[in-house]
């Protein structure tokens, strides 16, 4: 059976619907403290590498474009993956992002991902 995944903003206040909140961005969240940030694990490995990141610059006219190019980055990152799926464990589990843009953000595609792959 596959895992219940939910994304949230890591800024959000924490829940016990979130089971186990991993961030999945490459860069710490500013202003941020890893105290009140509640985190189980920071799977920075499987988060969109710098260039691709920069170049998205959470533009939404290049979200389809980005898409495509993220889930190519994790299909190629199988390595990061695994432990990613590992640390989940098929329990419920949060993606932590940072962005300010709920619905075009690396943590969509990457539940998409692991949704699709279970």
Not at 29 to 41: F, Q, V
């Amino acid at each position: 059976m596959a895992p219940t995944l939910h994304i949230k903003r890591v800024y959000d206040a924490p829940a016990a619907a979130d089971g186990q909140r991993i961030l999945v961005d490459r860069l710490w969240p500013r202003g941020l403290s890893k105290d009140k940030a509640h985190l189980d694990h920071w799977a920075k490995d499987v988060a969109p590498s710098d260039s691709l990141r920069h170049w998205f610059g959470h533009d939404p006219d290049k979200w389809d474009e980005f898409r495509a190019r993220y889930r190519k980055e994790i299909t190629e990152n199988a390595e990061a993956v695994a432990a990613l799926r590992a640390q989940i464990g098929g329990k419920a589990a949060t993606l932590l992002y940072a962005a300010h843009d709920t619905g075009h953000n690396n943590a969509v595609v990457l539940r998409d991902y692991l949704s699709s792959k279970d």
